[in-house]
């Protein structure tokens, strides 16, 4: 995959400056922000304008969040104040390029989080970046708050693909402290609020996943309400008859489903419908955020959780020992790079490279058991398999001879003995 970074000189790098705006607002030209259509980021439209005297281009990213949250956006950022809405379908780049790699790599955060937001924010900003070239933008914008991962997920990545766009975040500068306020600033400017019901949990949906946050959920103590979930079924309530399905692997990546082959995003969007079926995929966390402080998350991943599993149940018959467990230990650091926001970052494009080769064998197919919330294995096979029933087989072959035995562990445990001897006095 390409890196996506713009070709510098070295007097360029000198003279670049890569910040956030604060302070002293300078006057901008156009500045391109990440619109989602909600209060906030309408809000934002004019906030721009006023303080910084520019033109304000909206950019929405189709990442798969749904029908729903895309319809009459353009409207409303004009509404706003926006001189253009520019929307972009990213569904099967954001799967092929971002998802894919994680999964080949088993990048897990924290044991459990599968990283559904931490990918979907670069691949977001990267296209930011390209429509801020496209349109002549000196600047582009977000809305993420000052207290979360997603401000640096999304500046390090303008930082690594154009080192000369300013950036500005106006939760971090402007007075707005919450969402009453926001409601009196667009009743005061005119700007359409959204007239909704207000959820009282702060979600994040793309085609991986569907994160909660906030409300009742800022206790630790508390049980998730059920009516909270939407990818996914109560697993007491899904089908009580299992399901099985042949997921087809090819060099570490899905590529079919029941001997169907689909596009990334395409088979994805599958296994979610299947998988929430099933009640596939909940994970209830506590993590520690990038900027120090501890969150509770809720997360529906169900075609992420199936592939997942797929792709490591595979692995069991194509990695051997010693490859798995550097591999595991290389997945720690990637999935600690890109919760980070490190996408672009030489170390991860570095480990990448080392996922891409270890698992060109990783080819096969998985058959996966659904059943009331669990994925579990009926299957594996694989050209590649260095399983051998001819050598596991507890009958006696000709290629192992148990004999020899005796002597790997009178080796492999001889410093186990020397030291024991020490003790002994012997």
């Known amino acids: 995959m390409s890196s996506g970074r713009i070709s510098t000189t ?23 922000l990440a619109y989602s259509g ?6 934002i439209v004019r906030w721009l304008r006023e303080n910084y005297g520019c033109e304000v281009v909206c950019f929405t990213a189709d990442v798969g969040q749904g029908e729903m949250e895309l319809e ?24 092929k390029d971002f998802i894919y790699p994680c999964l080949r790599a088993g990048a897990i955060y924290e044991r459990k989080y599968l990283l559904g937001t ?7 900003a990267k296209a930011m970046v390209d429509v801020a070239r496209q349109v002549g933008a000196d600047a582009v914008a977000h809305g993420c708050t000052g207290k979360g991962n997603d401000q640096v997920r999304f500046e390090l990545t303008f930082f690594a693909l154009d080192p000369e766009l300013k950036v500005v975040a106006p939760w971090r500068e402007w007075d707005i402290t919450g969402r009453e306020d926001a409601i009196e600033f667009a009743k005061k400017h005119n700007i359409p609020v959204p007239v909704t019901k207000k959820s009282i949990y702060s979600r994040d949906r793309n085609l991986f996943h569907l994160s909660h946050e906030g409300d009742r959920l800022e206790d630790p103590a508390n049980e998730p309400e059920e009516g909270m979930y939407m990818m996914t079924v109560n697993p007491v309530d899904a ?84 490859t798995m467990q550097v591999k595991d230990t290389f997945a720690l650091k990637y999935a600690d790079l890109v919760y980070s926001g490190r996408w672009y970052d030489p170390l991860r494009e570095s480990i990448d490279a080392f996922m891409e080769k270890i698992t060109e064998k990783t080819t ?32 006696n072959g000709q290629i192992y001879n148990q004999g020899d035995a005796e002597g790997f562990i009178r080796l492999y445990g001889l410093p186990t003995r020397v030291r024991a001897m020490l003790e002994k006095g012997i």
């Open 38 to 43: 909600g209060l906030d980021t309408s809000v």
């Open 72 to 95: 009459g956006l353009e409207k409303k950022a004009k509404e706003s104040g926006g001189s253009q809405l520019i929307v972009k379908d990213l569904k099967e780049e954001f799967v």
């Open 10 to 32: 070295p007097t360029s790098r000198q003279t670049a400056v890569p910040k956030a705006l604060g302070g002293d607002k300078e006057k901008l030209n156009k500045v391109v």
């Open 364 to 395: 096969g197919s998985v058959r996966v058991k659904l059943y009331k919330g669990s994925v579990t294995v009926a299957s594996r096979t694989s050209p590649y398999s260095l399983y051998r029933e001819d050598i596991s087989s507890f009958e």
């Open 118 to 124: 931490s990918m979907a924010r670069p691949c977001i």
């Open 239 to 322: 089908p009580n008859q299992p399901e099985y399905l042949d997921i087809g692997i090819a060099k570490g990546i899905p590529v079919s489903i029941n001997g169907k082959e689909l596009s990334p995003a395409s088979l994805l969007s599958e296994l979610n419908a299947i998988g929430g079926k099933h009640g596939i995929g909940r994970i209830d966390m506590v993590e520690n955020r990038l900027v120090g402080m501890k969150s509770r998350g809720v997360y529906e991943t169900p075609g992420g959780t199936i592939m997942n599993f797929a792709v490591r149940e595979l692995e069991s018959l194509t990695l051997d020992r010693e």
